[in-house]
């Protein structure tokens, strides 16, 4: 079969990465490079040996600086990306003070990063030095007190909020989706009422609509079900409507896992594992979400995926398949699986430069 044109501009050179991946250990040996080679076949290479289960990658500063969380390891780690040939070298690596760190977000002005970490509940923060490497966190925010046994907490994702000074956080164990006050950068983040979600839910990913960021679309990977909640320069959030993302009648194991929004705001994507099925929602003008259909992931255990830089293609990490595999966007069809798969050993995410 002849591949697929590449949608992303082509490289300068052959072997130049356009962009890296993680994965999961023993198979993922650390961070992978993404290059073309001279007929646009897409390959990967080892470009920075790592144990530990990079599972979580961020490019910053316009794609200088590479952060991964060894999610096995309880590490973070930093890197410096060589602009002319994408050359990793390794500026910091630390313990972050808590057990399988699983996502990491940035703040607006680029200072410090706060680690959700899915063992034990906490979050922690690091702060950015002048060489751009994260330091070892000197900040943490426990559980939320009173709920039910920290020993449930599961931090799954940590996010600020575009325009606000908010930070939202999901715990998975304890089914609450955290909102916190952020009132200045030597101060520590005020915890507000949040919302707490049915029992069984699981919040995992979630999302601000591009256009309308008082609105928030909530995957729950127990429950398979997005939320579409609203929220307001305060802090409160209201919930205003429940979707399984599984399709009418499917009663087998499913866990749902990544959720994305188009850039123009018109779409949803969410990933379904063991089911193993992409998942789409129309949003209206009001931003209401609605089951446009599915289409299958081409493997197993869809982990996460990403926009290509156009916005065209769909890049989904085929973690138990050990591949990446690329679906083309085509305005309002499902996305269509193009034909190209790319080796990824335990593939976890895949970030663009």
């Known amino acids: 079969m002849t591949p697929a044109t ?12 356009f962009a890296y991946a993680g994965g999961y250990a023993p198979p993922c040996a650390g961070i992978h490079a993404l290059v073309r080679d001279a007929e646009g076949h897409v390959r990967t290479r080892l470009a920075a040996a790592l144990p530990g289960s990079p ?17 096995d390891g309880h590490e973070l780690a930093s890197f410096d990306v060589d602009p002319e040939d994408g050359t990793l070298t390794l500026l910091s690596r630390h313990a972050t003070g808590g057990t399988l760190p699983v996502h990491l977000a940035l703040d607006a002005q680029a200072r410090h990063a706060w680690i959700a970490h899915y063992g034990d509940g906490t979050l922690r ?9 994260l330091r070892a966190p000197e900040r943490v925010v426990m559980p939320r007190v009173g709920v039910d046994p920290v020993a449930d907490a599961h931090a799954h994702m940590i996010r600020h909020h575009p325009r606000w000074p908010l930070m939202l956080g999901s715990d998975l164990g304890r089914d609450l989706l955290r909102v ?5 950068p030597a101060a520590d983040p005020l915890e507000l009422d949040g919302l707490t979600l049915p029992t069984g839910s699981g919040p995992r990913h979630f999302v601000f609509h591009p256009q309308d960021d008082g609105q928030v ?10 939320d579409w909640l609203g929220l307001d320069g305060e802090g409160r ?19 749902a ?8 705001g018109r779409r949803l994507f969410a990933l379904n594992r063991l089911h193993d099925a992409i998942a789409v929602f129309d949003l209206d003008d009001q931003g209401r979400p609605s089951w446009r259909g599915e289409t299958w992931a081409q493997g197993s255990y869809p982990r996460s995926a990403t926009f290509s830089p156009d916005g065209r293609e769909l890049w989904v990490c085929l973690q138990r398949s050990h591949q990446v595999c690329v679906f083309r966007l085509d305005g309002q069809e499902l996305p269509r699986f193009d034909g190209r798969f790319i080796a990824m050993p335990g593939a976890a995410c895949v970030v663009f430069r």
């Not at 590449?6 to 990465?17: D, R, V, W």
């Not at 916190?180 to 200045?184: A, D, H």
């Not at 679309?217 to 398979?224: K, R, V």
């Open 55 to 71: 599972t979580w990658l961020h490019l910053a500063e316009g794609g200088r600086h590479l952060h991964a969380l060894l999610e």
């Open 125 to 133: 923060r690091a702060a950015i030095g002048a060489d751009g490497a």
């Open 257 to 264: 896992s990544d959720l994305l929004v188009a850039p123009d």
């Open 217 to 226: 679309y909530l995957l729950n990977e127990q429950a398979n079900a997005l």
């Open 180 to 184: 916190w006050r952020l009132e200045g």
């Open 6 to 17: 590449p949608t992303i501009s082509s490289a300068p050179f052959e072997g130049l990465p």
């Open 237 to 255: 959030l209201t919930h205003r409507l429940r979707l399984s993302s599984l399709p009418e009648g499917f009663e087998g194991l499913s866990y």
